[in-house]
């Protein structure tokens, strides 16, 4: 989910298993969403992205949702290996090309 | 090609001194964008380029804060006088369409900036 304060969400699996990662987007003129992965001390890295004429668009382990409905956008990756561990934030997009960022949610993957 | 350079990746300096943050976008890229990370506000937009001319600086904190391109393969944010608040880590990007979306954009390492 999105931080609040200082600490961010965290989320703690197991290898092999399915993680979702969720986020609440703020504006409902937002048409176009991002899911990044940041490891650590590397910059910002693209994973997917959908566009609000969808609901759902999968790549390669990863599935990314979108309800518009209650606004809130979903990063699904199947299979979590050690090597997905970092800080995954979406973003949001309005037309007018402003991008809004979310804090984040770190992903912890146990061997 | 090397991807996004950033230099340096780490700057600790004293409260009221000068900062400048160097970035090498993507060869053949137009667009370099300089942001911002905190703990407490996430990602934020700064500033971005195009062929070297300033198209929005309306992320821009205050003017303390300038930024230039001088040249197609070279841009600089400086801070100054640096406050303690101005602590974050710094990104530029690059790409080479115009448009800030995601799978266009590629991200430097960042500066991890800490004024005391």
């Known amino acids: 989910g999105e931080s609040v304060g200082l600490h961010l969400p965290t989320l703690s699996v197991q290898e092999g298993d399915n993680s979702i990662i969720n986020c609440a987007y703020s504006n409902s003129a937002s048409d176009y969403f991002i899911w990044y992965k940041q490891e650590s001390g590397k910059g910002p890295q693209f994973i997917i992205d959908?566009?609000?004429?969808?609901d759902k668009r999968q790549g390669q382990r990863v599935t990314v949702l979108l309800n518009k409905t209650v606004k809130h956008l979903s990063l699904q990756i199947a299979a979590t290996q050690p090597g997905d561990s970092a800080v995954y934030f979406c973003?949001?997009?309005?037309?007018?090309?402003?991008?809004?960022f979310g804090a984040g949610t770190r992903l912890t993957v146990k061997p | 090609d090397a991807g996004v350079i950033q230099s340096p990746r780490h700057e600790v300096t004293e409260m009221g001194q000068e900062v400048t943050l160097r970035c090498k976008p993507i060869s053949g890229h137009d667009y370099l964008f300089w942001y911002r990370q905190t703990m407490m506000r996430g990602l934020e937009l700064l500033i971005y380029f195009n062929n070297n001319v300033p198209i929005d600086d309306s992320g821009m904190p205050e003017d303390r804060f300038s930024a230039k391109m001088p040249n197609a393969s070279f841009s600089t944010l400086k801070i100054q006088p640096s406050e303690p608040r101005d602590s974050a880590v710094y990104f530029c990007a690059s790409s080479v369409v115009r448009t800030l979306r995601g799978e266009t954009q590629y991200f430097g390492p960042g500066t991890r900036l800490l004024v005391l």
């Open positions: 959908i566009r609000s004429n969808m």
């Open positions: 973003a949001e997009n309005d037309n007018n090309n402003d991008m809004r």
